[in-house]
């Protein structure tokens, strides 16, 4: 079971402001993801990274970006949050081995006014 | 049509049923399947992981796969209140990386 933690777990914020959401596991698992889930629907990839300075976009469009300078953290920023970004993000880490199995952070849910 | 697809329900089951709920997906080549729990507000977790056709056991939940048909199942058994929640199947995508695809979920109602 991996240790992924995610903060802050809310955040109301207004239109126009820049910022980031912290993910961070213990594991050393080499894989991370990023999804946004609304309220009711489906989990949807919008970044991953195979390791350290290796970033890819997902399946699901999104403004945001994110970085991993480091094996166990994988921030995601908005540079400019508004009210089409309000949703849940979730974070999940994997290790390189035949299970493929994800372990998900607690999320944050993010309300922009 | 969707690559992974579940019936949205909800499923309502009494308590101590059985519950079976399914799964569909359309890439041959899918080798690891998953089914994650996710209460309302929170995030998924992990319930049980199947590679090879057959059936998977784990306590009172039991995973089903058939890759010729593909489908993928998981049965509870003696079903608790506890349980209601939203189940997401999740199915690897080809070409590696771990990526999963996501089912938008069957909402089980487990009612006394």
């Known amino acids: 079971e991996a240790d992924i933690y995610q903060t802050p777990r809310y955040l109301v914020i207004g239109t126009g402001k820049k910022i980031t959401l912290e993910c961070s596991q213990t594991m050393g698992h080499d894989k991370m993801y990023w999804y946004q889930q609304d309220p009711g629907m489906e989990l949807h990839l919008i970044h991953y990274?195979?390791?350290?300075?290796?970033?890819e976009k997902g399946d699901l469009s999104s403004e945001s970006t994110v970085s991993r300078i480091r094996t166990e953290h994988f921030p995601l920023t908005l540079e400019s949050a508004r009210p089409s970004h309000t949703s849940q993000y979730l974070c999940a880490s994997s290790v390189s081995v035949s299970t493929d199995t994800q372990y998900f952070g607690p999320g944050t849910r993010l309300t922009v006014l | 049509q969707k690559e992974v697809e579940q019936n949205s329900g909800p499923l309502s089951v009494p308590e101590g049923a059985i519950a079976s709920l399914n799964c569909t997906y359309s890439d041959r080549v899918s080798q690891s399947f998953f089914w994650y729990r996710q209460y309302s507000g929170k995030s998924p977790e992990l319930i049980m992981s199947i590679y090879s056709n057959g059936d998977k056991e784990d306590g009172r939940f039991t995973a089903q796969l058939n890759k010729a048909s593909q489908y993928v199942s998981l049965l509870i058994r003696d079903s608790q209140p506890s349980d209601s929640a939203t189940y997401l199947c999740a199915v690897t995508q080809p070409g590696g990386y771990n990526k999963l695809i996501f089912g938008a979920g069957t909402r089980l109602a487990v009612h006394p």
């Open positions: 990274s195979y390791g350290v300075n290796s970033t």
